[in-house]
């Protein structure tokens, strides 16, 4: 089987460069190009992170893409400070190539509109703004991808920024409802699953022990973010494309509070067409949904093992393709 060819969105971010470190390991996967966003860190910031990590990777010949550096509905980014000032738990990692200048929504919506349809697969790990403004300029472009995995939300259980709201929905709730509602074919990593994910300190030792530039890396990063937030989200996405048999899932009508009330950003879903109907009508909704597969398990020593490998496996060059 030729490897798939994938573009991933994120804002890096310590989990993030995670997922990344694992897309450029994965002999199964082709990894075209990376786009950020304004998310954990301002775009200013998590452009130059993605690249390093790349180069850290060997990848040094997938380009690294900047985009929309605020959310749509808002004025400000909403931040934090979770993975540290510069995003990468204060890890001093060489810049060693560029950001390259074309902007992301540009780059998202050429990849898509010149791959064959069906064929290009996206995960999102930040604020899902890129995506939403690809859609908004070049309306049934996300349609066109594979599939969209995405990590944000929190279904069947609390958020982590407000008790509604996951912080990647939370940072840009009314992209995250465009992207939802798109109609691509889309897989919804949330808090339901991610909470899963948790890195025992022996996992992370185990890191450490490998003793390569990369492993070394990537256990001083997580050591910085772990007694914060000890979960692999953004692997969770990435890792499903590796290995399905990973993860399991339903397939829910899904929907995001986008309006500025107590639950902004909350993902709202519901399993049958008579639950849409209810919710809809509790909530003075306009009744309009997505669908999309929730996923909610993980086999989590398998997800470690899998991430432990690949960290170990790395650096491995990559040329442009
Ligand atoms: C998400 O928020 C960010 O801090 C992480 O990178 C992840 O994408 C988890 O809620
Ligand atoms: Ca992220």
Redesign the pocket.
Same mark, same amino acid.
């Given at each position: 089987m030729p490897p798939l060819p994938l573009l991933i969105d994120c804002?890096p +971010?310590? /989990? /993030?460069a995670l997922a990344l470190l694992l897309a450029a390991a994965a002999p199964g996967l082709a990894l075209h190009a990376v786009t950020c966003v304004a +998310?954990?860190r301002p775009v200013e910031q998590t452009a130059p992170n993605a690249r390093r990590i790349l180069d850290l990777a060997g990848a040094h010949g997938v380009p690294v893409h900047a985009g929309c550096g605020r959310p749509l509905a808002q004025a400000e980014p909403r931040s934090?400070l979770?993975?540290g000032a510069d995003g990468l738990g204060g890890v001093e990692l060489p810049l060693q190539g560029r950001v390259d200048p074309r902007h992301a929504v540009d780059v998202l919506i050429d990849a898509l509109q010149t791959a064959p349809a069906g064929t290009l697969h996206l995960v999102a790990? +930040?604020p899902l703004t890129n995506l939403a403004l690809a859609e908004l300029r070049a309306s049934g472009v996300l349609k066109r991808a594979a599939r969209i995995d995405i990590? +944000?939300g929190s279904a069947d259980r609390p958020g982590?920024?407000t008790p509604h709201a996951?912080?990647?929905f939370h940072c840009d709730p009314l992209a995250a409802d465009i992207v939802l509602k798109s109609g691509a074919d889309v897989q919804v990593f949330g808090?339901d699953v991610?909470a899963q994910t948790e890195m025992s300190e022996a996992w992370r030792a185990s890191l450490a022990t490998l003793g390569t530039p990369v492993a070394l890396a990537a256990h001083a990063m997580l050591q910085a973010y772990a007694h914060i937030?000890p979960?692999l989200? /953004?692997a969770c996405p990435v890792a499903a494309l590796i290995d399905p048999t990973l993860f399991s899932g339903e397939t829910r009508r899904m929907r995001v509070e986008w309006r500025d009330t107590e639950s902004e950003g909350r993902l709202v879903t519901a399993t049958t067409d008579a639950d849409a109907s209810a919710a809809a009508i509790s909530q003075g909704g306009s009744g309009s949904w997505g669908q999309g597969r929730l996923i909610t398990t993980v086999d989590n020593a398998r997800l470690l093992a899998l991430v432990r490998d690949s960290v170990a496996s790395l650096p491995r060059e990559i040329a442009n393709s």
């Open positions: 804002d +971010g310590i /989990d /993030d +998310g954990n934090n979770v993975h790990l +930040g990590m +944000g982590n920024v996951e912080f990647n808090l991610t937030d979960l989200h /953004d």
